[in-house]
């Protein structure tokens, strides 16, 4: 429970020290609407989703610069 509370006092401290606008949190650019559809213990729409979310964070532009190293 310690490090959930540490994590939320750095996050706060963070974002209060880099500035905080709440219009940034309500979208995300890039990412693509994933069509609706019933899934039933990781069909093949969960797998879609997984892997529309692995492509975006694959990218050069979205990359971290530290990522590749930890696979």
Not at 20 to 26: G, P, Q, T
Not at 45 to 58: D, H, I
Request: proline share 1%; hydrophobic share 40%; glycine share 8%.
């Amino acid at each position: 429970m310690d490090i959930v509370k540490a994590c939320v006092v750095l996050h706060n401290f963070v974002r209060e020290r880099d500035g905080y606008k709440f219009e940034d949190v309500l979208t995300m650019t890039g990412l693509e609407d994933v069509p609706g559809g019933q899934s039933v213990r990781g069909e093949l729409t969960a797998n879609s989703v997984r892997n529309t979310v692995a492509n975006y964070f694959l990218t050069d532009a979205r990359a971290a610069s530290w990522q590749m190293s930890k696979i």
